[in-house]
């Protein structure tokens, strides 16, 4: 089975400048959202999985969008996936068909015996596709975008709230439980990578944060 990349829609130059503020956004909700799903993960390996979950998309969203070199032809699922972040509105229908398929897979994850670890991978899958769908309106926009920040630099907060939650997990899980022991202070630290990010970028690369506001502001 072959896909016809005809059949898809064109991309629209309407608010071109807003979309391509959704990438970022979304790898920072991403490690925002992480911790608090990692509530349904009741080992180290689950845990894990979560991080390789998380890191697949932080890395799939940059190679998606990466700039293409004199010559060079991106592949079919590539290019698809980049037209799904930079233009999402024309791909809606793309996208909520990909909250659907995610609902149901939690719902199937939910009657396993042991799905704590599927239950969290359907459910990251769902919130990823609900923020893109929000992302959307201008509502919503307006304060999801101030997440933009953390998904600029997403390549060192992954790493540190990975270090963060594991060594949290093997050291006070047995003690804490995972809500005190791993939840609350992963997102702690995920509110604090924000602000941090937002402070770093101001100082280090003032051009980028203002590209992040100047995107924020032609939606």
């Known amino acids: 089975m072959t896909l016809d990349l005809a059949r898809l829609p064109r991309q629209s130059r309407a608010g071109s400048v807003r979309r391509l ?6 790898r920072g909700f991403a490690l925002l959202c992480t911790p608090v799903l990692d509530l349904l993960c009741t080992s180290a390996l689950e845990l894990a999985a979560m991080s390789a979950a998380l890191l697949a998309l932080l890395l799939g969203v940059s190679f998606a969008t990466r ?9 079919a699922v590539r290019l698809i996936a980049r037209r799904m972040l930079k233009e999402s509105v024309a791909y809606r229908h793309l996208w909520v068909r990909l909250l659907q398929a995610a609902l149901a897979a939690g719902l199937v994850a939910v009657a396993l015996p042991q799905g704590g670890a599927p239950l969290a991978l359907a459910l990251f899958a769902v919130c990823i596709a609900a923020f893109v ?3 959307q309106q201008p509502r919503w926009r307006r304060w999801l975008r101030k997440l933009s920040p953390t ?11 990975v270090l963060f939650v594991l060594g949290l ?8 439980g995972l809500l005190l022991g791993v939840a ?4 702690a630290i995920a509110v604090l990578q924000a602000v941090f990010s937002c402070m770093w970028l101001a100082r280090s690369h003032p051009a980028a944060l203002e590209g992040v506001r100047l995107g924020g502001l032609a939606g």
């Open 21 to 26: 503020e959704l990438p970022d956004a979304l």
């Open 184 to 187: 609350v202070p992963g997102v």
């Open 133 to 135: 769908l929000m992302f």
């Open 169 to 176: 997990f093997h050291a006070l899980e047995p003690r804490f």
């Open 67 to 75: 700039v293409d070199g004199p010559g060079e032809k991106p592949g």
């Open 151 to 161: 998904g600029c630099i997403w390549s060192a907060n992954y790493l540190v709230q």
